[in-house]
């Protein structure tokens, strides 16, 4: 019996996010008297694969087959569901990312285990199996019980401490089995930017709002982001003008973050804004209106003009990063 | 070629969230429901589709599974220019559940291309696209941020990390889509209201299927301490304070 998680790599290279899976897989092992096992779908370095076994992978899979290459969901939760019944894993992990949304769902159908979706903390107890979860887009939080004997979760990014385990687990590969049949999705092409700081692996995120006032201001935010090593963030209306590009609208129907520093500029912090980025450990609003509703939000607050308080920001930031 | 859109029934996101004695279940007095705003979004995309005679597609179909009492959400789709619906009469329990009981609706149907929102937003589970391709047996496609088709040949764009690709896949199969899909969603016409009324909804019965999750509780989240306010001319305090008190930065 098994605990079963999924670090996907990207480009051979795991991060923050694959030690923090691999960190909380090994404390619900612990809870349940389970042995965890890591694996990634294709190859990763040799390092980054030894380094899952410092956060307590007690075992180190790469699951490797040529009708894998290609993200296709059906194919790879076909290939996920057959590993986790041949080691017998009773729990099976997954980021509560792009990837862990497209895959959990197909292996729960496949080997009938309840999900339970964006957990962000350890199981409430393992017998019932409950897990604790945000619900009605951050309004609440819900105990779920899982009652299949599988239980698959999926986990709040940025939501679990990175713990040092070290088990000293060798690397292995295992041939999954793949009908080509199964593999659909064709890629034609691909856009990639490299090098740009990722919002949901950002730990701060500076945002902007309509307070900005014009696509031409955003200057000194994006200097701030890049002093602070963050990434740079926008309300929805922002991105419906097109102020700034959609991936960076953070909200409801945008993008859903928990940074451990989020900084909004002129936002007035409407409900649907503050469903994306409520899960922030620290918000700090910067806005004109004094009861705009992003200050009963935030931690710190400076009522004023963006525009006029980004740049001694700027200066500030500077000043002690020296 | 025909499109199945899969809606949801959710408290509009404005509404002020309560919970019945004991935090049990959710205190529904006073809600207003509406359509998922990602099922809104793939609806408004779908009607974009079905109206531009290149794309091949000649029908919308709206999918819920819920209770009588869920109608007017569905009839608020067919005002938007669904072209008919079909409700699985059932009280959707879980996600495993409910994609059951819409696979197996959808499957008797027929359909080419399914849409889902990517998650609702009550449970923000993101598991019945997935869930339903799964139960049927079909490609799903997830993180669609672009959906064309033209003459009867999906083209799709799908955002990864850092980027976006551009994909194929075979027909029949579930799109399950995000932010991009559509600009806004569509808004009901007078005409469309006043069709709507004799819109065909097609009610199926639940098939055997068991949840495999329930919800024993809900809590609001912690109240966050009041904001500690910092002179406007003086931020260089605030930078002080996330370095030394907050210690994030």
Redesign the interface.
């Known amino acids: 019996m098994s605990v079963l998680v999924y670090t996907e790599n ?1 480009d051979g290279k795991f991060k923050k996010l694959s030690w923090e899976l691999v960190s909380y897989a090994s404390s619900v092992a612990r809870m349940m008297n389970m042995k965890v096992i890591a694996f990634t779908i294709g190859k990763a370095g040799e390092e980054d694969m030894k380094e899952l076994g410092r956060y307590g992978a007690d075992r180190i899979l790469s699951l490797v087959n040529s009708n894998l290459e290609v ?4 194919a790879h ?1 076909k290939a996920i569901a057959d590993l986790a019944v041949k080691e017998g894993s009773k729990v099976i992990i997954f980021s ?1 990312n ?1 990837t862990g ?6 292996v ?3 080997l ?7 957990v962000s903390k350890l199981p409430l107890s393992i017998e019932p199996f ?1 897990v604790y ?16 004997e599988i239980k698959i979760l ?1 986990l709040a990014q940025n939501s679990y401490e990175i713990t040092e385990r070290p088990t000293g687990a060798i690397p292995e590969t295992t041939e999954a089995e793949v009908d080509p049949s199964l593999v ?11 090098g ?1 700081m ?1 919002l ?1 692996d950002a ?2 995120v500076v945002s902007g709002g309509r307070g900005m006032k014009s696509p031409d201001n955003w200057g000194p935010l994006v200097e701030l982001a890049s002093l ?1 090593n963050g990434a740079t963030a926008c309300s929805r209306p922002v991105s ?1 003008e097109g102020w700034r590009p ?2 960076e ?1 953070t909200g ?4 859903i973050i928990a940074p ?2 989020y900084l909004a500029f002129g936002i007035s912090g409407a ?2 804004h503050l ?1 994306g980025v ?1 899960s922030s ?5 910067i806005n004109s209106d004094k009861d705009a509703p992003i ?11 963006a525009m ?2 980004l740049p ?2 700027v ?3 500077k ?2 990063k020296k | 070629m025909n499109i199945v859109v899969c809606i949801s029934n959710v408290p509009d996101t404005t509404t002020r969230i309560k919970f019945s004695e004991g935090n049990a279940s959710i205190d529904t007095s006073g809600i207003q429901w509406v359509i998922n705003p990602w099922d809104e979004l793939s609806l408004a995309r779908a009607l974009e589709l079905r109206d531009d005679p290149a794309s091949g597609v000649k029908k919308v179909t709206v999918a819920h599974a819920g209770p009588a009492s869920s109608e007017p959400t569905i009839r608020k789709a067919l005002a938007i220019g669904a072209d008919d619906a079909i409700r699985v009469n059932c009280n959707p329990s879980d996600a495993y559940y409910t994609a059951g009981q819409l696979a197996a609706a959808i499957g008797k149907e027929g359909f080419d291309v399914i849409i889902c929102g990517i998650e609702s937003s009550d449970f923000n589970g993101s598991a019945v696209g997935g869930m339903i391709s799964e139960f049927i047996g079909i490609p799903s496609v997830s993180s669609v941020s672009g959906l064309n088709i033209d003459t009867g040949v999906p083209v799709i764009t799908r955002e990864i990390d850092g980027g976006r690709e551009s994909v194929k896949v075979p027909v029949p199969f579930v799109a399950i889509v995000q932010k991009g899909i559509a600009k806004e969603p569509r808004i009901a016409s007078m005409r469309g209201i006043m069709t709507a009324r004799t819109k065909p909804i097609k009610v199926h019965e639940p098939v055997d299927y068991d949840s495999l999750t329930e919800i024993s509780g809900f809590e609001k989240p912690a109240p966050r301490a009041a904001c500690k306010f910092i002179d406007a001319d003086d931020p260089a305090k605030l930078i002080e304070l996330l370095q030394n008190e907050a210690k994030v930065i």
């Open positions: 990207w993200m296709d969901n059906r939760a509560n792009m949304k497209a895959l959990a769902p197909r729960s159908v496949r009938k285990a309840g999900i339970g979706s964006g409950t979860k945000r619900a009605y887009s951050g309004n609440a939080f819900a105990d779920v019980v899982i009652r299949s999926t659909a999705t064709t890629v034609t092409e691909t856009q990639k930017q490299t740009k990722l949901n730990a701060i602070l419906d959609h991936e609208h409801q129907t945008g993008k451990d520093l409900t649907q469903a409520s450990k620290y918000i700090v609003a200050f009963e939000s935030a931690q710190y607050g400076i009522v004023g003009d006029k308080v001694k920001l200066d500030a930031v000043s002690i």
